[in-house]
């Protein structure tokens, strides 16, 4: 018997009702759509993360549903016709096929030969689906509204060719498992609405930074001292730069007895702490294990020793490097650099604090926003100086344009993130960052400080000075910032 007579004989035997016939219809089609799918994808000309939801999500789960219709349509017809599953065999198979020959019957090797491509078609597409959910994209496009900032962010980062899941579900069964449900949930949170907006952060569930970090990164990597030069520039009529200058100390060991940023993830170092509110802002105490066996302990006297302790944790990577990939940069920042590299003149007047306002526009939607900030310095110059509107309107439409793309990137009103909502802890603004550890009230029982003094983690050169190495001239008495010139002033360079 030709297998293609064989195989339709199978399907008109399986399909003897109407639940027999869709189930082989579901699975036959999702099969056959998954292969074209399959090769729409290999050859590039499908890309959508939508499509690939349908294609590794919903096609598999229609070919299981189909196949577990197909012994349930069996089943039912037994019921009807009253019939035992041996009489109704004969009944619909032809005779030879069901006597047993050298291979054991036809029937048998036909169920053989389709349950052998069952079993690889179902290894093929959960092995895909499982690695098209891996992908950066998916991650970050599949649920849009939610993930499109961390997406966005995500995309101009050192880290844009590291997949998500590198970072967010790290190596191992359990890390993939407790994604998946974790994932499962989001669906749910998804599909209901019931999700927080912004995504709150730290990320609790996050894997130790051991099996996601150290995996590309070495603690020990030697860095050095990095020179850290930012210039910002002043909101006057006419904007003036100011620079300030940092040698950062990053490594964890800096000769034998000075010790660097990198310290606290040392070999044989364990900084550990403990928080009272969920942000890890309000930390009660420190303590610092030692490579000799030696540990310290530190308690914050701003804080009430008896506060109920939320959440306890070692200190890695993350705590400083919160935002490695999701780089939410300020308006400041974004301004100074596009005045810096001459992308904003400074030659017009009020120029900084006018680029400020119009990135710091609230509306109600990201469209209104966008307007809003296109509008916002043409309007300004026709108002107060009409000249320079006539004359450098093409100008001022650039910057605006400019400011809208970084609006776009980094506000998002459905997802009530505004400026400032995603703090770096890599520095310490606003008691933040650093010095929620490092601070004259974080003490040991005979009265010792984690250090706080300004030279113990960069070298300070210039701090909004005028100069670049302005610490490293003289002093100069007349000056406004004599005082902290003549406190920082470097001798030993
Ligand atoms: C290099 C590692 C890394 C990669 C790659 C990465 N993330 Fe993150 N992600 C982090 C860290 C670190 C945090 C912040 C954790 C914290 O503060 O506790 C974070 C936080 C988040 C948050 C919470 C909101 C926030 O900004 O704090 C979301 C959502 C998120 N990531 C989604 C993604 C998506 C989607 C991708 C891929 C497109 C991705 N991440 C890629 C490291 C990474
Ligand atoms: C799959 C490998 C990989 C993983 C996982 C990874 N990184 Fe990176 N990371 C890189 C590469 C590659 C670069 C360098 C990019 C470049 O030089 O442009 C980098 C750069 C960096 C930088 C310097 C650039 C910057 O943005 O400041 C920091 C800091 C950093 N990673 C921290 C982290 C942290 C923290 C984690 C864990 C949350 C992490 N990385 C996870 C590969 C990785
Ligand atoms: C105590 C806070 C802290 C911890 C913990 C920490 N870092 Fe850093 N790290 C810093 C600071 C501060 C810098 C310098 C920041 C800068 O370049 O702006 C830095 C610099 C780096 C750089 C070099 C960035 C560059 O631009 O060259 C990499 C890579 C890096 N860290 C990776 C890691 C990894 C991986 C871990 C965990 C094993 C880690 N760090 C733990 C604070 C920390
Ligand atoms: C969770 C608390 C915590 C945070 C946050 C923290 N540190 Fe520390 N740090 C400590 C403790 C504890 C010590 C050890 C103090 C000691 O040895 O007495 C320490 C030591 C250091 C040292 C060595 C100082 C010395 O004694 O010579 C440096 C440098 C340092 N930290 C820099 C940083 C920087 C930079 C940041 C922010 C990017 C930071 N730390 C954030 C707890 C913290
Ligand atoms: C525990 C370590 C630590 C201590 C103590 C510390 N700093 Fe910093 N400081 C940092 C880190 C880390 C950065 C971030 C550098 C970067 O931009 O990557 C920073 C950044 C800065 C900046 C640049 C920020 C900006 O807006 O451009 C200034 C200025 C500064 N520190 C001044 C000080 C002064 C003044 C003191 C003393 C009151 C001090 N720091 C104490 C770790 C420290």
């Not at 349930?72 to 017809?77: C, F, I, V």
């Not at 029937?107 to 950066?136: C, E, K, P, R």
């Not at 008896?306 to 990939?325: G, I, K």
Request: glycine share 6%; charged share 20%; proline share 4%.
């Amino acid at each position: 018997m030709k297998i293609s007579r064989r195989y339709l004989q199978f399907i008109q035997g399986v399909s003897q009702n109407m639940i027999g016939k869709i189930g082989v219809a579901l699975a036959t089609s999702a099969f056959l759509v998954f292969l074209l799918m399959e090769v729409a994808w290999f050859t590039g000309l499908v890309t959508n993360a939508y499509i690939g939801l349908i294609s590794y999500l919903a096609l598999p789960m229609l070919f299981i549903v189909g196949l577990i219709l197909i012994p349930l349509g069996w089943k039912r017809q037994q019921q009807l016709t009253g019939k035992s599953g041996a009489d109704l065999l004969k009944e619909q198979f032809e005779e030879d096929g069901v006597k047993a020959g050298f291979a054991g019957s036809g029937l048998f090797q036909t169920i053989a030969i389709l349950t052998l491509v069952n079993v690889l078609f179902m290894v093929l597409a959960s092995t895909q689906t499982l690695h098209f959910m891996d992908q950066a994209k998916f991650c970050g496009t599949a649920c849009h509204s939610v993930m499109n900032p961390e997406w966005q962010t995500y995309q101009v980062s050192s880290h844009a060719n590291v997949n998500c899941v590198e970072c967010h579900v790290g190596e191992g069964a359990k890390a993939l498992l407790d994604s998946k449900v974790n994932g499962l949930w989001q669906m749910v949170s998804l599909s209901f609405n019931l999700y927080e907006r912004p995504i709150p952060t730290p990320v609790h569930q996050l894997r130790p930074a051991r099996e996601t970090c150290e995996k590309c990164h070495w603690p020990a990597k030697h860095y050095g001292d990095e020179l850290i030069k930012h210039v910002s520039f002043t909101n006057a009529e006419v904007t003036q730069p100011l620079y300030t200058t940092l040698a950062l100390k990053i490594d964890a060991e800096l000769g034998s007895e000075q010790v660097g940023v990198h310290w606290h993830i040392a070999e044989g170092v364990q900084v550990r702490y403990g928080s009272v509110d969920p942000d890890r802002k309000k930390i009660q105490w420190v303590e610092a294990s030692y490579p000799d066996g030696s540990v310290k302990h530190y308690q914050n006297t701003r804080i009430d020793a008896e506060a109920p302790v939320l959440e306890e944790r070692e200190m890695d990577c993350v705590d400083c490097h919160n935002r490695a990939t999701h780089v939410y940069q300020e308006p400041e920042t974004i301004v100074d650099r596009m005045l810096q590299e001459g992308l904003i003149a400074t030659d017009l007047p009020y120029i900084r604090r006018e680029a400020l306002d119009a990135l710091r526009t609230s509306a109600p939607d990201k469209n209104r926003g966008l307007q809003q900030v296109a509008r916002h310095l043409p309007a300004f110059y026709q108002k107060n100086y009409p000249a320079i509107y006539f004359k450098r309107l093409t100008e001022l439409q650039n910057i605006s344009e400019l400011l809208s793309t970084e609006y776009d990137r980094y506000i998002h009103p459905d997802m009530n993130i505004d400026w400032g909502v995603y703090p770096s802890n890599l520095g310490h603004k606003n008691d933040s960052g650093c010095f929620r550890c490092h601070h004259e009230d974080m003490q040991s029982v005979n009265g010792q400080t984690v250090a706080y003094d300004c030279t113990v983690c960069h070298d300070i050169f210039a701090y909004d000075s005028k100069s670049t190495f302005q610490f490293m001239t003289e002093v100069d008495t007349t000056e406004l910032e004599s005082a902290i010139h003549e406190y920082l002033k470097i001798t030993n360079y």
